[in-house]
């Protein structure tokens, strides 16, 4: 159940990034591929990161199923490269439309899948420079929280 519903996560995220329409576009992909070209730029890279279990109740009888607490951690990097020398702005401008979309008021993909809302955990920036062009990174950690029977 738990890879399903980390599955059933990363598309909501996808789905509620695409419909944002931030400066991604549609180039939003789950653990993508070579997001770090000039052609694939600016996207939005998601990645499933680490998930911590904690049992909340303790079940009717021997063969009750616990219920368990899941926080599931999502990782999801705002890409762009260029030659520009506004690389941070341009960076900036996407992190802001990826928090806004996945902290808006407004019901999104991600409301049929979490308890509540994804909470923002940390952001961290990575500078690669390739020659004229530049890479840069804003990587924000999200931490969703979901519920599901042991076992299931």
Same mark, same amino acid.
């Given at each position: 159940?738990?890879?399903?519903?980390?599955?059933? !996560?990363?598309? =909501?995220?996808?789905?509620?990034?695409? @419909? $944002?329409?931030?400066?991604?576009?549609?180039?939003? %992909?789950?653990?993508?591929?070579?997001?770090?070209?000039?052609?694939?730029?600016?996207?939005?890279?998601?990645?499933?990161?680490?998930?911590?279990?904690?049992?909340?109740?303790?079940?009717?009888?021997?063969?009750?199923?616990?219920?368990?607490?899941?926080?599931?951690?999502?990782?999801?990097?705002?890409? !762009?490269?260029? =030659?520009?020398?506004?690389?941070?702005? @341009? $960076?900036?401008?996407?992190?802001?439309?990826?928090? %806004?979309?996945?902290?808006?008021?407004?019901?999104?993909?991600?409301?049929?899948?979490?308890?509540?809302?994804?909470?923002?955990?940390?952001?961290?920036?990575?500078?690669?420079?390739?020659?004229?062009?530049?890479?840069?990174?804003?990587?924000?950690?999200?931490?969703?929280?979901?519920?599901?029977?042991?076992?299931?």
């Amino acid at each position: 159940m738990a890879d399903f519903m980390q599955d059933q !996560i990363l598309q =909501a995220f996808k789905q509620t990034l695409i @419909q $944002a329409a931030t400066a991604a576009g549609t180039r939003v %992909r789950i653990e993508g591929v070579d997001m770090r070209s000039a052609l694939a730029t600016p996207g939005i890279d998601i990645e499933a990161g680490d998930e911590e279990v904690a049992a909340v109740s303790m079940g009717a009888g021997q063969t009750g199923a616990r219920t368990l607490m899941r926080e599931f951690r999502v990782e999801v990097h705002g890409v !762009i490269a260029t =030659a520009s020398d506004d690389y941070r702005t @341009q $960076a900036s401008s996407l992190h802001q439309q990826i928090e %806004r979309a996945l902290l808006s008021a407004s019901p999104t993909f991600l409301d049929a899948v979490l308890r509540e809302r994804p909470r923002l955990m940390g952001i961290r920036p990575d500078k690669d420079g390739e020659g004229s062009k530049v890479v840069y990174v804003m990587r924000s950690m999200w931490l969703c929280k979901y519920s599901a029977k042991e076992g299931a």
